[in-house]
């Protein structure tokens, strides 16, 4: 059964995956190579070093903005690559150190100039001025910049500083939601990779994101066609520390995947948006290669692949 899963999604992804997701494909699946993949994110790279231009697929702005810059960033690490001197990632730095969509903070989350190119409802803002929701993103940039920082650089020094202020503010805080969370978790891996730990307080974050993961991840798996958290958000291995506790829906969402693919070889898009139907068009299309990637590799990852 998973080869019929795996030679469908491959289909799919020949057929319709733009080159990006190509490349990140052939990596995972078919023994291409981190290069290929730093090659076409290269394509999404603006001369400042920021990225735009629909890395992340629900927002069409070419500009280089944090949303497109952080999604670039989570490929990097996806691929586990480890030149941190390669001109992307130090382009990458370079942006983030200029200060652009930076309060001294938080990065921006959503920026005015989404608003001039096809976009999803949740990137759009009427605010004069760009918009700072807690630590959104930002806790994965801080995690991006020690991880690919050298150590006591200022890029490290940093991202050190927000991460300490992000894991602060998630113990201090009552609640969060299931995407910050999941920024929460890439900035702890980052964080460990990076041998980083005795900089950031890094037993009582852990603390908190199990009690966060744990209450988090939807049990009731009949309400798992909508838009909700699924062990996936936060794992893609037996190997992630949030498994043990979540051993049993973990399990089950691998059964859950190989029975909701699709006869096209893809999964579906749980959102949408109403605006932009030409360009929506296109991104679901973009975002159904992504869950193909994702889905995959959670496959992989539990040994059902």
């Known amino acids: 059964m998973s080869n019929q899963i795996f030679e469908r999604a491959r289909t799919f992804m020949y057929r319709n995956a733009r080159p990006l997701d190509m490349a ?9 190579s981190k290069e290929a993949v730093m090659q076409v994110l290269s394509c999404y790279q603006n001369e400042d070093g920021g990225f735009g231009h629909a890395v992340e697929a ?35 730095l370079k942006w983030y150190m200029s200060g652009a969509c930076f309060n ?16 999803a409802p949740w990137w759009h803002t009427e605010s004069k001025s760009s918009c700072h929701t807690d630590y959104n993103g930002t806790a994965q940039i801080a995690g991006f910049l020690i991880r690919y920082g050298e150590a006591g ?47 950031i307080s890094c037993k009582t974050l852990k603390e908190r994101l199990h009690t966060s993961v744990n209450g988090m991840i939807t049990k009731d798996t009949s309400k798992w066609g909508g838009y909700v958290c699924k062990p996936s958000r936060f ?17 089950y969402e691998c059964g859950h995947i190989v029975d909701t693919q699709l006869a096209d070889g893809s999964w579906e898009i749980s959102w949408g948006w109403e605006a932009f139907p030409d360009a929506w068009a296109v991104s679901k299309n973009w975002w159904k290669g992504q869950g193909i990637i994702e889905n995959l590799l959670y496959l992989k990852g539990f040994g059902n692949l």
Not at 105 to 115: E, L, P, T, Y
Not at 235 to 251: G, L, V
């Open 24 to 32: 990140r494909f052939q990596y995972h699946f078919e023994e291409g």
């Open 58 to 92: 629900d927002c069409w702005n070419p500009n280089s903005i944090p949303l497109h810059s952080n999604a670039a960033g989570s490929i990097i690490s996806e691929i586990n690559y480890e030149n941190a001197g390669h001109p992307v990632i130090q382009g990458l």
């Open 104 to 119: 001294g903070k938080s990065w921006d989350i959503v920026v005015k100039s989404n608003n001039d190119y096809p976009h």
């Open 153 to 199: 650089s200022e890029p490290y020094r940093l991202g050190v500083r927000i991460a300490n202020e992000a894991a602060e503010a998630l113990v201090s805080s009552e609640s969060t939601d299931m995407h910050t969370c999941a920024c929460y978790v890439h900035m702890l891996e980052d964080i460990i990779k990076a041998g980083a730990q005795q900089e």
């Open 235 to 251: 794992m893609n291995s037996r190997d992630s520390e949030f498994y043990p506790a979540n051993k049993e829906i973990a399990e």
